[in-house]
T-cell receptor, first 112, second 109 residues
């Protein structure tokens, strides 16, 4: 069966420090992969999506970046965190753009 | 870009009540999703529908494509139904979903 793992679950980082959130999917091949962010009091916002290895599309310009080094691995990074980067980050996958979407457990990031 | 509006934003009801959450969107879609987010943050997909009606247990989801509107109903509500319910739409492109802001539901015993 397909599963998705995301870590770390909780992270407290100082302003200016780097960030790396990792997501892996099991049990499927060539999934569409997504990174979403949910800031306090706001809806989920698409940050990045990927339809294949090395293919990353960005929806919102910011100091975050994403990479897909392997078919089922999706990484969200930042070189220098800002206070406004605090929020709940969710990785998700689907089989093609029209399939059911499955979410990871999420990562709570607090930038202090 | 699709605009997704949900109502109400917050809803408190008594156990056993019939619950309705509404979602409207501005541009034609290929599919609409209803998601449930529990306090810990985890999200699960409840329904994906592109027409008509789907039922799963006490949950019913309907969609009217012409009116660009969907409803999620909960029959015989229970405190364990307390969660944030999120409507999301897909245009069929690779860029995933556009989300509503969610409806925070509390069912009191």
């Amino acid at each position: 069966s397909q599963t998705i793992h995301q870590w770390p679950a909780t992270l407290v980082q100082p302003v200016g420090s780097p960030l790396s959130l990792e997501c892996t999917v099991e049990g499927t091949s060539n999934p569409n992969l997504y990174w979403y962010r949910q800031a306090a009091g706001r809806g989920l916002q698409l940050l990045f999506y990927s339809v294949g290895i090395g293919q990353i599309s960005s929806e919102v310009p910011q100091n975050l970046s994403a990479s897909r080094p392997q078919d089922r691995q999706f990484i969200l990074s930042s070189k220098k965190l800002l206070l406004s980067d605090s929020g709940f980050y969710l990785c998700a996958w689907s089989v093609g753009p029209r399939g059911t979407i499955y979410f990871g457990e999420g990562s709570w990031l607090t930038v202090v | 870009k699709n605009e997704v509006e949900q109502s109400p934003q917050n809803l408190t009801a008594q156990e056993g009540e019939f619950i309705t959450i509404n979602c409207s969107y501005s541009v034609g879609i290929s599919a609409l999703h209803w998601l449930q987010q529990h306090p810990g943050g985890g999200i699960v997909s409840l329904f994906m529908l592109s027409s008509g009606k789907k039922k799963h247990g006490r949950l019913i989801a309907t969609i009217n494509i012409q009116e660009k509107h969907s409803s999620l109903h909960i029959t015989a509500s229970h405190p364990r139904d307390s969660a944030v319910y999120i409507c999301a739409v897909s245009g069929g492109g690779a860029d995933g979903l556009t989300f509503g802001k969610g409806t925070h539901l509390i069912i009191q015993p």
